[in-house]
């Protein structure tokens, strides 16, 4: 089993988004990255059905979120880890005033529905279109964008934006919203 | 400054301002994963692949457990199974 040098090159260029993609799915560094092996494995053994020209990302997601929802059925039991190794593998990030906001991003993040949540993901982190997402995900597009928009507003009531007075201090979760929109 | 500005949501339709900060943080979440690179694990996967006359060894020996799942190989068309099957017998 040969690889083209370009073919390679594509599949590692994938790499980082796709581990962004398997961490936001599962919530645990270490799985992750064992999923992001074994997606990778299951690409080489399955490269003649690459077709070259189309998009290598969008394949190499598909058969990523392929893998975790098999895996997905068969121990849902330990599904979310959210608290622990995640925010682990990240501590060493320089921008520690930013981590208590994005744990607590992350912890709404895992609460969503999976089907939302890799709607949400693949449209508005990975860079896919609607188009595309539909494809990784195999279901209509408006199936998509009916999820992303649940999404957005499941987050934004986890992340206790209204009726703020029922969770209590909450001024992490307040800064988080409004630091993209500080001026006016 | 709008330290305290809430997202409003009207009839469970958020702002165009408010989507647009929830992206934001989506972004900036997943980009500091995506800014970690890739891991060394991964390259010397891709070159151990790449290279199968040196390696052909140490890639039998490699545990495809997942390899026989026909739900995975679904969307594949189910090539991967049989290849990796073949690959590990020797």
């Known amino acids: ?184 | 400054m709008q330290t305290d500005a809430p997202i409003r949501r009207t009839a469970g339709r958020l702002s165009r301002e408010d989507q647009r900060r929830l992206g934001d943080i989506l972004q900036r979440v997943y980009d500091e994963v995506v800014h970690q690179g890739v891991p060394d694990r991964f390259k010397v996967l891709l070159d151990e692949l790449n290279e199968p006359s040196e390696n052909s060894q140490a890639q039998s020996s490699r545990p495809l457990e997942s390899a026989s799942d026909p739900e995975s190989d679904r969307r594949l068309e189910g090539k991967g199974a049989s290849a990796q099957g073949s690959k590990g017998q020797h």
Request: glycine share 6%.
């Open chain 1, 1 to 184: 089993m040969t690889m083209r040098p370009s073919v390679r090159d594509a599949m590692l260029a994938a790499v980082p988004s796709l581990r962004a993609f398997a961490i936001s799915l599962c919530g645990n560094v270490d799985r992750a990255d064992d999923l992001v092996q074994e997606t990778l494995l299951r690409a080489m053994a399955n490269i003649t059905s690459f077709q070259p020209g189309t998009n290598m990302s969008a394949w190499l997601f598909t058969i990523l979120r392929n893998l975790f929802r098999s895996e997905y059925r068969k121990r849902r039991r330990e599904v979310e880890d959210t608290d622990g190794s995640y925010a682990e593998s990240l501590k060493s990030h320089p921008e520690q005033h930013s981590r208590v906001e994005f744990d607590e991003f992350r912890t709404a993040l895992a609460k969503l529905p999976p089907d939302q949540r890799e709607a949400l993901i693949l449209v508005g982190a990975s860079g896919f279109s609607y188009e595309e997402a539909a494809a990784i995900c195999d279901c209509a597009v408006g199936t998509i964008k009916s999820r992303v928009n649940r999404a957005r507003t499941r987050l934004s009531e986890l992340l206790s934006i209204d009726g703020s007075d029922d969770f209590g201090p909450d001024h992490t979760t307040r800064a988080i919203l409004s630091a993209g929109g500080g001026r006016s």
